[in-house]
Each structure stands twice: as structure tokens, then as C-alpha cells.
């Protein structure tokens, strides 16, 4: 395929290639549809769903929440405990995720009557998932169901200890499962390895399974006469929770995630949760929130809780019903998000460091003492970007046990891998997916850990990075980069994991002026034949090829800009910009 502009190599040293048709017209004559149809199309929409992929809904993508094993069994349980008025415990990870999905079983719980309690583990005292002590803690305190979500696939001792105590736990998780299930009443998973039809959503992020499951609880209980004199709860009001829960959990915006973001975003413009309302004030956002804003605004405020401050944070804001706590709890978790923006900085300038020399490691791993455990996926996950292959991030503790988060490069699955080495014996704990995953293992196993890592991933990793390139949807002339543009590549959406925001290619420019703003960030102006000029911001990219060449490009030389096309709504007139990914020479 001939690369987009002639770029074979750029200056990242990559070819610039079409996703999806290339050209305008096909050697059979066919016509190139629209950009939005292109979009769609490139991203694996099939043609005759074009019109429903526009507009995502829940009713065109949901499926029978009774396709998923163990889910009428679930559902069968819950509604026993609502009509029995029973004290249901809901167990949640530390993330936004986890807070997402424990908030959404609360407050559909709550609406009909219930006085659910929430637990969330303290990530340092506690660590991930479920444990024994917990289970029966919650027993104590009177609980005789407890629902597990974003945890549990693994939690074997800890759901032991609860059917020996006589207590029945529900899993619902999203987390890669080993063939062997913990002794849970029902394990509502679609990574199942025994999983069916359900499989098909394996995508789906812990609040989207935890959405399923309350679709079929009403739907039970709506069999059993439950609402013949009571009101049934609007699940799709907490569609605002799964909108949020799903994007910052990175998972890909396929099929239902895509309804699911479209729909609750739609939800959350109506500020209805007092607690999301507080946070994107807390934010500083003036207008209603976009995909991008829940993973880069919200999401990381809401993590911040679990990762340097209470783990309960975000979801007791999230399911506050008093205004007054609802903003002090954001205010506390916008503060805690600075903090943890310090933290994180300094363990990314050493990780920088000792990542250095392991670019031809299947898995690159770097490790420290006294490292704060709740930055290190945030490390991992730019490491995994600047080095375009998988990371391990580990923070050993004064008892020399090492606790790490992984991320991964599309195509290569370091949650099996994890796995594997949990079945072989070289970690004491760990799972996760396909692109993230957790691991627990004694300082003095790391090398052996880090060896297996690389035997089992490096062939992959080469072949995705033989592979690798810059995918482009679009070539325009400078004044083509406009807010009008903007406008209608929204229509594709919502993009994130899975469903990239679509790259154009911008050009020829000549580099006006460039400089370094804010935390190693390049800003350039351009201007191009057309007369017509426009921003661009290489973000953290000082440091690099792509930088350099930005800061140091000769005023008569034209090149070529790639990136995603954005609104700067900061000034009194919103302009469009480029977030540049890469750039080649044009002459």
C-alpha cells in the first residue's frame, strides 16, 4: 500500500498509512463515501450499520443480559435480597471502575429500599480484591449477600472463607479468569474461559457487566410483580456512571461501550448525580463533558482517592445525596489529584532511568524501594508509550514484596501472560486483561519473573512493532483545520480505546514559531501556502526527535504535521489546534 504523502519514514521513523480505504476512489470505480462514513467504516463498522453506529443506543447494541453464564443466577439471588430486605455488602476495586460499578449497584439498591453497604479496600493496607479478613468483616457488621465488582475472578481464599463462614458472594468482573472459578454462588465474568455467546463482550469494563446485571434484576423482579404498587428505578440514569466507569477503565469503544459513552454522556450534561456535578465543577469544566474529558478530567480525580488519599472516596462521592458533602469531597479529590501529579513525577524520572537500555525486552521492567504504589500504573502506562513495547512497574515494600501494574501494546496480552506466570509459581498473586494487569511477587523473584515476561512476549512485541505505523483518516490543507471540522468528525464518536480519535494529516506549513510550554510540552505556530495558519502542541515531547525537530526546523522548510484535530475553547473565540503525533519533511 503506497504510504499517505509518500512519508516512509517520519520522523519517528515510522510510514504514515491510510486506516481503512485509501484514496479517493477505488480501481473499481467505486467513490469514497463521506469522512464520517470513512471513519466508521476504517474502524470496522460493517456498512449496514452505518446509520446505527452514528447514533450508538442502548436499545440497538444491548443484549440479553441472559446470554452471560451465571447472570440469571445473580439476578435470581439480588432480587431474593430486595424483596427480603436484606443487608447487601458491595465489594469494589480501588479504581474508577471499581468505584463506578459499586456506585451503581448502590444507588439501583437503594432506590428500591435497601441500605446497601459499600466496601472498598485501602490499596496499601489491603491490596487488590477480595480478602478473607474482609469477607468477614462485612459478615460481622450483618451482611448476608456480598456482590464483588471489578474484583473476585481470583479471590479464591477469600470466597472460601466466606462459603465456610456461611455468607454468598455474587462476582461480577471483567478480569481474565483462570479454568478453575472461585467457590462464588454465581461468577458473572464474559472473560470466562467456559464463557458463550457472552464472550462477544469481553470488552466490556466491570460497571458495563455490573449495568446487565441490574437490567436483569429489574427485569426479575418486574416477573415477580415486584413494581405492581412501587415505582421501578430508571437504570438508565446511571448510565452517567457506566459513561465514566468505561472510559477511564480504557476499554475499547466497541459495539454496547460505544452506546454505553454515547448514551451517558448525554446523561451526565443533566448533572443529575450531585457527586458527578461536584466533580466537574471541581474540574473546572464549564461545559458539558466529552469522552476525553472522563479520562483526563474525571477519571483521574476519582482515581486519586485510591491512589494517595481514602480508597472510598470516589465512591462516596459518587453516591452522596448531600450537596454540601459532594463538594467537599471533590474538592478533596481535585487536591489529592495534585498531590499524586508530585508523586507521580518523581517516580517517573527514576523509572526514565532504569527503563534505559531494555528497549529489546519482550516486557521492560523497572522496580524500586519506596516507590508510592498508587502511581505506579500511571508510570507504566507512559513508559509503555514512549518505548512502544510492554511495561512492568514495581513498588517494593520494607518487607521486600513487590507490587506491580503492567500495560501493553495492542496485540500483545500481558494479562495471560500474568496469568501464566501466576500457574507456573513466579508470582504470588496477579491477573488483569489484555492491555493492563497486576502482579504480586517477592523482590528476589523479579529477574526470574522479568526473564519469563520476555521469553513469552518478545516474539509478539517484534512482530506488532514490525508492524507499527501511523494511521491517517484525513489529508487537509492548513485552513481545512477548522472548529467546522471539529464539529462534524464528532459525529464518529464517541473515540478513545478501540475507536481512535481520527488523525489528519495537515500541510504543507512552514514552523512560524515554536517553544516549550508548561511540563515539556512543544507549542508551534505554523502557517501554510494557503495563507491560513494554526496551533499545534506536541505534549511531553521536549525531550524528543519529535520535539527537537519541531524547536528546530528551518523557518523556509515545509513539512507535514499529523495529529488529532481539537477545540481551544480557553480564549473568547474557539479556534481549532493540532495535537501532534509525528511530522515529515516536505521538501
Not at 243 to 253: M, S
Request: charged letters at 25%; a negative charge; proline letters at 5%.
Amino acid at each position: 500500500m503506497r504510504p499517505v504523502l509518500d512519508v516512509h519514514r517520519s520522523i519517528l521513523g515510522q510510514p504514515w498509512r491510510w486506516r481503512g480505504l485509501e484514496g479517493d476512489v477505488c480501481d473499481d470505480g467505486f467513490v469514497a463515501d463521506d469522512l464520517v462514513t470513512r471513519i466508521l467504516l476504517a474502524r470496522g463498522c460493517p456498512r449496514d450499520a452505518l446509520e446505527a453506529h452514528k447514533t450508538p443506543s442502548i436499545r440497538g447494541f444491548m443484549p440479553d443480559p441472559s446470554i452471560f453464564r451465571d447472570m440469571d443466577r445473580a439476578a435470581d439471588r439480588l432480587a431474593q435480597a430486595v424483596v427480603s430486605g436484606e443487608q447487601v455488602a458491595i465489594f469494589g476495586d480501588y479504581d474508577v471502575d471499581g468505584a463506578t460499578s459499586a456506585a451503581l449497584l448502590v444507588r439501583l439498591l437503594r432506590d428500591m429500599g435497601l441500605v446497601p453497604r459499600a466496601y472498598i479496600p485501602d490499596r496499601q493496607l489491603e491490596g487488590y480484591g477480595p480478602t478473607a479478613g474482609a469477607m468477614l468483616r462485612l459478615q460481622a457488621e450483618g451482611a448476608t449477600l456480598i456482590v464483588t465488582v471489578d474484583c473476585g475472578a481470583q479471590a479464591f481464599e477469600a470466597l472460601e472463607a466466606a462459603r465456610d463462614a456461611g455468607v454468598e458472594v455474587l462476582v461480577v468482573d471483567h478480569h481474565q479468569c483462570t479454568i478453575a472459578l472461585p467457590p462464588a454462588l454465581a461468577v458473572v465474568n464474559p472473560n470466562r474461559l467456559d464463557e458463550g455467546e457472552g464472550a462477544a463482550h469481553g470488552h466490556l469494563a466491570a460497571v458495563g457487566v455490573a449495568f446487565l446485571l441490574g437490567a436483569a434484576l429489574l427485569r426479575t423482579l418486574r416477573a415477580k410483580g415486584y413494581f405492581a404498587d412501587r415505582a421501578e428505578p430508571k437504570l438508565l440514569d446511571l448510565l452517567d456512571l457506566v459513561a465514566l466507569g468505561t472510559v477511564a477503565d480504557v476499554a475499547q469503544l466497541r459495539g454496547l461501550n460505544r452506546a454505553f459513552v454515547a448514551q451517558g454522556l448525554k446523561v451526565m450534561a443533566r448533572r443529575q448525580n450531585i457527586g458527578i456535578a461536584a466533580l466537574i465543577e471541581a474540574s473546572r469544566l464549564t461545559r458539558a463533558p466529552t469522552a476525553t474529558d472522563l479520562g483526563f478530567a474525571l477519571g483521574p480525580r476519582i482515581n486519586a482517592g485510591g491512589r494517595v488519599g481514602k480508597s472510598d472516596l470516589g465512591v462516596r462521592l459518587l453516591t452522596t445525596q448531600d450537596p454540601d458533602e459532594a463538594k467537599a469531597l471533590a474538592i478533596e479529590l481535585d487536591r489529592l489529584n495534585d498531590e499524586r501529579r508530585l508523586i507521580e513525577g518523581d517516580v517517573q524520572s527514576t523509572a526514565d532511568l532504569l527503563a534505559a537500555g531494555q528497549e529489546g525486552r519482550g516486557c521492560v521492567i523497572v522496580a524500586s524501594r519506596g516507590w508510592h504504589p498508587g502511581v505506579i500504573g500511571i508510570v507504566a502506562g507512559r513508559l509503555k508509550e514512549r518505548l512502544g513495547r510492554p511495561v512492568l512497574v514495581l513498588a517494593i515494600d520494607e518487607q521486600g514484596v513487590a507490587k506491580g501494574s503492567a500495560r501493553s501494546i495492542p496485540s500483545v496480552d500481558i494479562g495471560a501472560a500474568i496469568l501464566a506466570a501466576k500457574e507456573i509459581g513466579l508470582i504470588v498473586a496477579g491477573g488483569g486483561h489484555a492491555a493492563a494487569g497486576g502482579v504480586t511477587v517477592a523482590e528476589d523473584g523479579i529477574a526470574a519473573l522479568g526473564d519469563f515476561l520476555h521469553d513469552r512476549l518478545h516474539a509478539g512485541v517484534e512482530r506488532a512493532r514490525e508492524d507499527r505505523a501511523l494511521l491517517v483518516d484525513a489529508v487537509l490543507a492548513p485552513g481545512g483545520l477548522n472548529p467546522l471540522l471539529i464539529d462534524a468528525l464528532a459525529v464518529g464518536g464517541p473515540y478513545g480505546m478501540g475507536w481512535p480519535q481520527p488523525r489528519v494529516a495537515a500541510g504543507p506549513v512552514r514552523i512560524v514559531k515554536a517553544d516549550i510550554v508548561g511540563n515539556g510540552h512543544v507549542r508551534a505556530i505554523v502557517s501554510g501556502d494557503d495563507g491560513r495558519g494554526f496551533k499545534g502542541v506536541a505534549f511531553r515531547a521536549a525531550d524528543t526527535d519529535l520535539g527537537r525537530a519541531l524547536l528546530g526546523a528551518p523557518k523556509h522548510r515545509r513539512l507535514w504535521l499529523a495529529g488529532r484535530a481539537k477545540l481551544d475553547d480557553w480564549g473568547s473565540r474557539p479556534a481549532a489546534e493540532l495535537h501532534i503525533d509525528d511530522l515529515a519533511w516536505a521538501d
